[in-house]
Structure formats: structure tokens, C-alpha cells
């Protein structure tokens, strides 16, 4: 800085102090225009008024000469000497700086020394005397005239002698206009002070809508404000003391209607609106000052974000304009012009945005926070002063008094308006201009909320309602809104043909690149635990030694071995030497068969190179089986079971062992000092296994990872941030639990199992009701408050979830950007049924994934890990599909997902479409297995052969078609010579077969029926049937 502090008194920059003012002296003579032909300066202050926020250039001087304000202070300064009339530290503080400023600038430096007690007026009277024995012309800042007793005795003074007086606001601005480095240092750090501020501001207003709470805009600008003048604690800006900070003005914040674009402007007492918000905030540090504006948009119309666009595409425009020499104006120009080439939006009303457009798009910023000679506009179109490098602006587009059309009249959301403004720093040679508060972020994307909570738009939330029913009910596609007697499907359809088969040529190539270029990356070892590592003796000594002269089958529990009797000796082995054991009876005697883990065992041929006894002991030969006769059936079994107990134990064991060996190491967890964000009465998935009642558990957010604490000492698993791969958080909608999941890097112990899923979670009601309690009555009070209440425990547990997840979202975008981290929320709307492992459950897109959180297994599939999809069983006369993933990584096996409703098929070729992920129809199952490995082992024949469109049914299909519509009906219904389609495939077709020739008109006919209409003329013809059969047996009973 200017000034630096030691412990006896303050100092000045001596040399600092003189190159600015050899600045100034600069820029006074060689624009003397812009100085109003001044011969003089006389500046003045007077006392320091800390808690009004004024801009005085009598202040701003004097920091930017002597690094400090210097109340009731008089300066005259003429073109070889600087007078200063004060007294006290003051004085002795400017005499600091005469030898430095006289050698380095030329002007000489005279301390008018004003005696304690006295109110200086001699000492003006020396200032004067000066300017009017030199016959001066005198430059004032006219506004500050009477700034201070000192200045208002000099003025008026200058009045009695008829001196002339200019006014010199515009060449002090000119002289200050241009930053050096000291002085872009302190507006960088506002500036990341500002967007700091912002950023926070921009969290705290998603928590408000999110939690539907009731905030004012005042209440919110003073948080707002506390958040700015306690940098370190509050936003982490430790390099930033507070007592260097203050606020430009008090936030504005302003939504529902009303709005007034002005630094000006109070935020009210009304509560925010769930609509647009315009928030402005500006923070000094060390005096210097930075500014910025944000609109944030909840539930915005198409028309809103089309207007949003295009005040964003002006403020960067004008922000283009923003270079090194150019005139004022042509920011400005910049932005008209802009907007008047808007995309998207009419000439009317582009047309009238321009009318909107303020007279200027931003000032000069700096130790002022608006400077009104360096004005951004039209008025300032061929002035002497230019666009220099090094000056920085305020660059604001605000649009008033704009109408959504989409709102009732006299709404609150039918007028709204967009605010966006920028702190920038001119750069040299015509380059860009540095945008100093661009951390936070203006794209329409970002600051676009979609929550469809508002009031307003009830009646077309309910239309739209209406509108999926019907849709669902005709079994057609919900995100479209179509039925399938709509004629407007085939477009959507034939727009995801043309997008899939761009796709086709690329992935191709990909895939083959990918294959080619892979290395092999098995091991060479086989699993952990292998056969040649264990050993059941040391030394012979320690064999038992047998207790009889008959040698029998014995277990060493100890040793983990078994000792066989062969010729006459008991041989050890291990028990992991041994692949199974059996015991069968014959003839009153026992056999019992011990088979061997053996390189040459039926089925391990593929596996001899691997089997890692094999592989360290090559010469050897092994043992494959051995068979033993008893004649005590009792201790036959019991030593089979011994051996069966001890290989389980032993397997069970070393098993965990090598996944503890494979898993990778985690850094320590840093835990929170102070506040630490809790979420309680948590279940986790999986559980820790072992005996007891569960308990829930309590999951708390640290410093670099997460940690969750069950009912037990022992219950405590630790998540660290940086191997969560993907977060979830799910609300409960059609399902029974809110829930936090975590997709891993690499895997974690819980318990004894391995897992690379973890989830917390909390049911909102009973899994189990009980429904005894006699007949149930609507209008029954008790179950009208029943039912309350388990609203309201649903919106208290979502409130809680989204609330810690917001907070956890902070840490992890404040420390830990790297990791580009997000709660990812499942499109419920794009939810389907079917049956990933065992069961069928309901599994939800999002944006990066497709999962299954609620049952365990979950199911996460990652877009980035999908190869193809085929799309399996797609007929018309087929009720469900089925849906092959195919991975990128070929070593994994392609994951099936069965049974889905065909009802359900559109709406995943537009996620997948929508993701640029290739995917193919077929009407069989292919046996992936095999194919993979052929792939793999030969792409090029696979490329020849076209790549992935042997899975491309359409050419065939085409060919169909040419053959005409009745052959294709019928070669539809063909029986299937698949041997491994299932029943519900046989049971589809012979259902669609009911269909016949005769039946084709009627159905022609009744094609603009909906199904409803359907339904009761099918009733209605079987009870016709029905009917016209009961008649028929009457007249043959009559007969």
C-alpha cells in the first residue's frame, strides 16, 4: 500500500507520493482542456465522517498522494510547489516526503503548520496571498466548496480578491483515472472480495427458495453486508483484514415487480418473490472500490431467458469494446448494437430494448465509486479524454420495465427486470479487458432456476397436469406430451435417426482406437490367497504324529491342514489345497473323494498359465484327487465337516483379506473444529452386519471428507471427498426413503464387505402399516391428522437433506473446485420399471447417470462408461424390451436391464440421445459374453464388418417395407425359433395373435378412439358374444 504502519507513527511512500505526482503534473499539462485552463488547485477537506459513505476528490487525493485521509486539510498546488495548511502528526507526516517528492518530481514540498488551538485561517490567508500575488487562475471541485471550514474561509476568500476559479473534477479524474501496480493490486483484492460476496449471496438466496422461507429484502441486505465487512471468517478471505474493508452501499436486492436500477436504491421490507431477483453489491478495500451485479431467475419463460440472453450478449459486448484508446462511446455503440441484432426475439421487441438502454453502460472506478467524467456513453462521443489501459469500469447493463407475457396482469411476476455489471481493467495494446469479478458466473444456465413452485402458474402446471395423464394413459411418451394417434411423433423420431447415425462413424472409430491402442493389463497372479503361498507345516518336526499304528483322516484346526494316511504316512496339506470334499456310503462303508486344486482340473485348462501354484512350481507335478474307504460311517462324516468348516473359515478369511490387500489407501479424515454440519436419525446402506437391534446413526460433514456415526463405537465408516466419484441426493417421490448416495473411486471396507456404494438415508412412513384396526374412514379426523403429519415429517426430512447437501456443496465448491463435485437429483419424469438383478424396481435417469438407489444392490451406471446400448425384444406386438449396456471397458461384462415397459422406450432414446450415446433396436437377445471377446480379439475384421451396425436392424426393416405392408404384418407373427425367449415373450405374441384379418377394418375404423372408448366397446361386444351364445344353447335345449 501507499502507507505502512510501524509502531511509533505512520510513514508515507515517499517515492510512491512522487511519481504520482509527476503523474498528475503530467496529465495537467498536457491536457489542459480537461483542467479548465487552471494555473492552481486548491483542495480541501474537512472532518472525517467515517459512517456516511460520501466520494470526495478531496479524500480520494489525498489517499492516492499520501496513502492516508487528512481531515481539515487545505492543499494548493501550483505547477513547482504543493502547499499543505494542517497541524499536529499531519504535519510532521507530509514533511516526510519534501526531499523525496523535490528530487524525484520537481515540486517542492511547504508545511503550513497550523498551531493546536488555532482554526488555520492565517495560514489560509498564506495560500491565498500566493495565488494572488501570481495573479492564478484557481481549480476547484465546485461541489466541495464548502467541505470543511479550511475550504470555505479559502473560497470564499478567493471570492473578495476576484480570482478566478474552474472547475477541476474532471482533470483530478483523469490524473487518478489510470491504476499503477500498487493500486490494481487493491482493486483486485475488492474485487475478489465483491465476487466472494456474490457468490455467497447467490447460495443464500438458492436456500431461500429452496426451503420456501420468508426473508425481506432489507433483512437479506444486511446479512449481506455483515458477510462483507468480516472477510476472513465469513468468507474464508484470510489475506483480507477486516478494519481495510467497507461496503460501497448497502446491498440492493430487489424482485416482485418493483425494481429501480440505481446505486441508489433501498432494498424494502417485503419479502422476496419467487420470481427475478436483481441483486447489486459493491466492497472497498484499502478505499478502492469494486461492483456487481447479478439477475437470478426462478421459473423464467422462454421470452425472459431470450431477453436475459440478449442483455448478457450486450454487457459482453460492451466489455469487447472496452480497449486501449477507444472513444467513450463505443461501450456503448457496442451494446446498442447488440441488442439490436438480438437472436431469438422480435424486431418489436428489440426495438424496445434499445429504447431500455440507459444513457450509459458504466463509469470509471476506482478510489470513486462513479466518476461523472468518465462516463460509458453517447454524451461522451468525441471528448478529449479516451479509453486508456489501466483505468478500470464499472461495465453495467440494466434493462427496467420490462413485461412477461407469460403473467397475469397486475402480478407480481408480470414486470421484471436485468441487472448485470462487471468490474473490468483496460488492458494494453488493444487486448482484452481483464474482467476482475468474473468468479461468479452469469450464464443463462446458471442463473436459471426450473422449481415450478410459482403461485402464478398454477393453472398452466395444472393443464400441464392434465396433459401428462392423458399422455400416460395413452401409453405415449411423458416429456413429449404425445399420444400415439398424434401425427407429430415422427419428427422427434426421425431428428433421433439423423443424430444416431452421426453418431454411428464416431463411436466406431472410437471403439477401434480404444481396442487397438489397449494394452493388457491383466495380471499375472491369480486371486489373493493362492495356493502356492500357503504352507501347512514349517518343518517336518512339526507334523502330529500319529496316535495309532493305523494312520487315519485327521484336521489340524491349529495348522489349518489336513493330514491324509498315504503308504502308511500322514501327508499334510493345506487346507486351501483342497477344492471340495465328499462323502457317500455303499455297501456299509464310507468313501470319502477329496478333489484338488489342480492346473489340469476339468474346466481349468484356460486357467493353467494363471494358477499361481502352477506358475511357481512348473516342473512339478500335481495331485488331482484322492478317495479313501471307511469302515466307521460316524467318524467319516465328522471328518468331512471338520474339513468343510475349517476350508469355509479359512476361504471366508483370506477372502476379505485379498480385498483388503486390492483396496486403496484413503487419506486420514480431517475433522471440523467449531461448527460441524450434522444430519441425524440416519440409516446406512450397507449395514455393518453382526447381532443386535440397528440403531440410526448420525452423518456429519468435515473438513475434507464425511463421516458417519452408528448407535456402536465400533460403527463409524469415513467418506473422503476426494474418491466420491458421484453424489446423489434423492427425494422421496413414489418411494419410501430420502437419500444421500455416494458413487466411490475405489472401494471401502464397511463391516467385512468391500463396497464402492455408500447411502444415507431416512424413511418418511411405516414400510409396514398395520391394517387391522377395523374399517378406515376418509372424513375420519384421526386419519386426515395422520396423514398431516406424515406431510409434514416428508417436507421436514426433505428441508433437513437439502439443507445439509447445500451446505456439504459449499465446501465442496469453496475447497475443493478440483473436484468438480454436484448433487445430482434422478428426472422422475423419465423414470421406468425393470429388472437390473434380481427384481423390478423403478430406475431414474439424471443428468450423468442412470441409477437405482432405493433397493441394495444399487444400480450406478455412469454415461461416460457406456460404449453402445442395444435395445433388445423392440416389436410391436411385445409388451416389454429389454436393454443391453455395453462398456467402454470390454473386461466388464455387459449389464442387462429386463422386462422394461415398452410404454417407456421413447422417453430412453431421448436420454440417451440427449447424453450423444449410440444405441441400436433388435427384436432378440444377443449373448454379449462371446461377442465382446471376438471384438476384442480382432477389431479389425470387427471394423471391416461395419463396426457396431451388425446391431442396425433398419436396413432390414427397409427391405420389409419395400415388400409391402401385409407380408411384413404377417411375417411379424411368425412363430420364434428362439430357444431362450422367455415366457412373457410367448405370452405377448400369443396375445397379439388374437388379433385377425377380420378384425383389421374395425380397427381402422376405430383408430380416433382414446382407450377409455376402447375399453367399453370391447366390454360391450363380449357381452354381445356372451349373449348371442346363451340364445344358441336355448334353441338347442328346445330342440
Given at each position: ?11 508515507i511512500d515517499a517515492a510512491l507520493c512522487a511519481t504520482r505526482l509527476k503523474g498528475l503534473m503530467t496529465s495537467w499539462n498536457d491536457n489542459p482542456a480537461v483542467w479548465g485552463g487552471a494555473d492552481a488547485l ?64 520537481g515540486v517542492t514540498v511547504v508545511v503550513h503548520n497550523k498551531p493546536k488551538g488555532e482554526d488555520g485561517e492565517a495560514q489560509a490567508d498564506e495560500l491565498v496571498a500566493i495565488v494572488v500575488d501570481a495573479s ?556 443386535g437391534g440397528r440403531k440410526a446413526g448420525t452423518l456429519e460433514a468435515h473438513t475434507n471428507g464425511l463421516r458417519y456415526v452408528g448407535a456402536k463405537a465400533e460403527e463409524q465408516v469415513d467418506v473422503i471427498y ?318
Amino acid at each position: 500500500t501507499a502507507a505502512v504502519a510501524t509502531r511509533d507513527m505512520a510513514t508515507i511512500d515517499a517515492a510512491l507520493c512522487a511519481t504520482r505526482l509527476k503523474g498528475l503534473m503530467t496529465s495537467w499539462n498536457d491536457n489542459p482542456a480537461v483542467w479548465g485552463g487552471a494555473d492552481a488547485l486548491l483542495i480541501g477537506s474537512g472532518a472525517n465522517k467515517e459512517d456516511d459513505l460520501r466520494y470526495l476528490k478531496s479524500v480520494a487525493l489525498q489517499i492516492w498522494l499520501f496513502g492516508y485521509e487528512l481531515p481539515d486539510t487545505l492543499v494548493l498546488v501550483t505547477k513547482t510547489e504543493l502547499h499543505v495548511v494542517t497541524g499536529g502528526k499531519k504535519a510532521k507526516l507530509i514533511e516526510t516526503v519534501v526531499a523525496t517528492v523535490a528530487a524525484d518530481a520537481g515540486v517542492t514540498v511547504v508545511v503550513h503548520n497550523k498551531p493546536k488551538g488555532e482554526d488555520g485561517e492565517a495560514q489560509a490567508d498564506e495560500l491565498v496571498a500566493i495565488v494572488v500575488d501570481a495573479s492564478l487562475v484557481v481549480g476547484m471541485v465546485a461541489k466541495e466548496a464548502s467541505e470543511g471550514a479550511l475550504t470555505k474561509y479559502g473560497t470564499e476568500k478567493l471570492k473578495t480578491k476576484s480570482v478566478s476559479v474552474v472547475e477541476i473534477s474532471s482533470g483530478l479524474a483523469d490524473a487518478m483515472a489510470v491504476k499503477d501496480d500498487a493500486e490494481l493490486l487493491l482493486m483486485k483484492q475488492a474485487a475478489k472480495l465483491t465476487a466472494k460476496a456474490m457468490a455467497w449471496t447467490v447460495e443464500r438466496v438458492e436456500g431461500i427458495v429452496n426451503d420456501e422461507t420468508k426473508v425481506s429484502h432489507a433483512k437479506l441486505s444486511e446479512e449481506i453486508e455483515d458477510q462483507i465487512l468480516d472477510p476472513a471468517k465469513n468468507l474464508g478471505l484470510k489475506d483480507i483484514e477486516s478494519d481495510d474493508v467497507d461496503i460501497c452501499y448497502p446491498p440492493i436486492l430487489q424482485s416482485g415487480g418493483e425494481y429501480e436500477l440505481k446505486m441508489s436504491a433501498q432494498s424494502s421490507d417485503k419479502k422476496v418473490h419467487y420470481g427475478v431477483i436483481c441483486v447489486s453489491l459493491g466492497a472497498r478495500h484499502t478505499q478502492y472500490c469494486a461492483n456487481i451485479a447479478r439477475t437470478l431467475m426462478i421459473d423464467p419463460s422462454k421470452q425472459m431467458e431470450d431477453v436475459y440472453a440478449a442483455a448478457l450478449a450486450a454487457q459482453e459486448a460492451a466489455l469487447a469494446a472496452l480497449v486501449d484508446g477507444a472513444d467513450l462511446a463505443a461501450p456503448h455503440d457496442a451494446a446498442k448494437a447488440a441488442l439490436e441484432n438480438a437472436s431469438g426475439l422480435s424486431a418489436e421487441t428489440r426495438v424496445s430494448l434499445v429504447a431500455k438502454l440507459g444513457k450509459n453502460v458504466g463509469t470509471a472506478i476506482g478510489l470513486e465509486l462513479r466518476e461523472p467524467s468518465l462516463v460509458l456513453g453517447p454524451k461522451s462521443r468525441g471528448a478529449a479524454q479516451k479509453i486508456k489501459a489501466g483505468q478500470c469500469y464499472n461495465i453495467q447493463m440494466a434493462l427496467a420495465g420490462l413485461t412477461n407475457e407469460k403473467a397475469k396482469e397486475g402480478s407480481k411476476g408480470r414486470t421484471f427486470a436485468v441487472i448485470i455489471a462487471d468490474t473490468a481493467c483496460v488492458s494494453a495494446n488493444g487486448a482484452a479487458p481483464v474482467v476482475l469479478t468474473s468468479g461468479v458466473t452469469k450464464a443463462l444456465k446458471d442463473i436459471s432456476y426450473q422449481i415450478n413452485d410459482d403461485d402464478e402458474d398454477e393453472d398452466d402446471a395444472k393443464e400441464t397436469a392434465k396433459a401428462k395423464a392423458k399422455t400416460i394413459a395413452a401409453g405415449g411418451v411423458v416429456l413429449d406430451a404425445k399420444t400415439r394417434g398424434e401425427e407429430g411423433g415422427p419428427t422427434d423420431e426421425d431428428a433421433r435417426r439423423r443424430k444416431q447415425a452421426t453418431l454411428a462413424d464416431k463411436k466406431n472409430r472410437e471403439t477401434y482406437a480404444r481396442l487397438v491402442g489397449a494394452k493388457d493389463d491383466e495380471a499375472g497372479g491369480g486371486k489373493g490367497g493362492a495356493t502356492s503361498d500357503f504352507k501347512a507345516y514349517e518343518r517336518m518336526a512339526d507334523v502330529p504324529v500319529p496316535r495309532g499304528t493305523d494312520p487315519v483322516i485327521t484336521v489340524d484346526r491349529d495348522a489349518e491342514s489336513v493330514l491324509l494316511p498315504i503308504h502308511g504316512q500322514l501327508v499334510p496339506f493345506h487346507v486351501m489345497a483342497i477344492k471340495s470334499v465328499s462323502v457317500t456310503q455303499d455297501a456299509g462303508a464310507s468313501f470319502i473323494r477329496i478333489n484338488f486344486n489342480a492346473p489340469t482340473a476339468p474346466g481349468a485348462t484356460a486357467a493353467n498359465a494363471t494358477y499361481p501354484a502352477n506358475v511357481k512350481f512348473p516342473d512339478l507335478s500335481f495331485l488331482r484327487e484322492v478317495s479313501f474307504r471307511s469302515s466307521d460311517n460316524k467318524h467319516a462324516n465328522y471328518v468331512v465337516q471338520e474339513m468343510r468348516a475349517l476350508k469355509r473359515t479359512v476361504s471366508t478369511r483370506e477372502t476379505e483379506k485379498a480385498e483388503r490387500a486390492t483396496l486403496v489407501r484413503q487419506e486420514r479424515l480431517v475433522l471440523s473444529h467449531g461448527r460441524v454440519h450434522r444430519l441425524v436419525g440416519l440409516w446406512m446402506m450397507p449395514t455393518f452386519g453382526g447381532r443386535g437391534g440397528r440403531k440410526a446413526g448420525t452423518l456429519e460433514a468435515h473438513t475434507n471428507g464425511l463421516r458417519y456415526v452408528g448407535a456402536k463405537a465400533e460403527e463409524q465408516v469415513d467418506v473422503i471427498y476426494s474418491n466420491i466419484k458421484y453424489a446423489f441426493f434423492q427425494p422421496a417421490k413414489k418411494e419410501i426413503k430420502t437419500l444421500i448416495h455416494f458413487h466411490l473411486h475405489d472401494a471401502i471396507m464397511i463391516g467385512k464387505k468391500k463396497t464402492k456404494d455408500v447411502q444415507f438415508y431416512m424413511e418418511i412412513m411405516e414400510a409396514v402399516q398395520s391394517l387391522d384396526g377395523g374399517r378406515r374412514n376418509m372424513y375420519d379426523p384421526d386419519e386426515i391428522e395422520e396423514e398431516q403429519r406424515e406431510r409434514d415429517r416428508e417436507k421436514r426430512i426433505h428441508k433437513e437433506f437439502s439443507g445439509f447437501c447445500r451446505k456439504v456443496q459449499d465446501i465442496w465448491e469453496k475447497d475443493f473446485p478440483n473436484l468438480n463435485l454436484e448433487f445430482d437429483s434422478p428426472y422422475h419424469d423419465l423414470a421406468f420399471d425393470g429388472v437390473p438383478f434380481k427384481s423390478t424396481v423403478r430406475i431414474l435417469p439424471t443428468a450423468s447417470c442412470l441409477v437405482e438407489l432405493t433397493e441394495f444392490p444399487p444400480l450406478v451406471i455412469s454415461a461416460n462408461d457406456i460404449e453402445v446400448v442395444n435395445l433388445e425384444r423392440v416389436g410391436f406386438h411385445l409388451k416389454n424390451f429389454d436393454m443391453a449396456v455395453i462398456f467402454k471397458d470390454f473386461s466388464r461384462d455387459a449389464h442387462r436391464i429386463d422386462q422394461i415397459p415398452v410404454q417407456h422406450l421413447d422417453n430412453i432414446k431421448q436420454w440417451l440421445g440427449t447424453l450423444d450415446i449410440k444405441y441400436y433396436e433388435g427384436k432378440s437377445n444377443l449373448n454379449w459374453k462371446p461377442l465382446l471377446r471376438q471384438i476384442k480379439e480382432d477389431p479389425d475384421e470387427w471394423l471391416e464388418g461395419g463396426g457396431w451396425e451388425f446391431l442396425n436392424n433398419e436396413l432390414d426393416d427397409l427391405d420389409g417395407d419395400e415388400d409391402g405392408e401385409g407380408e411384413e404384418s404377417e411375417s411379424d407373427f411368425e412363430p420364434s425359433d428362439d430357444s431362450e425367449e422367455e415366457e412373457s415373450e410367448e405370452e405377448s405374441e400369443s396375445e397379439s395373435m388374437v388379433e385377425s384379418e377380420d378384425d383389421e377394418e374395425e380397427e381402422l375404423s376405430d383408430s380416433g378412439m382414446d382407450w377409455d372408448e376402447l375399453e367399453e366397446k370391447a366390454a360391450a361386444d363380449d357381452d354381445e358374444a356372451s349373449e348371442s351364445d346363451h340364445g344358441k344353447k336355448r334353441k338347442k335345449g328346445k330342440k
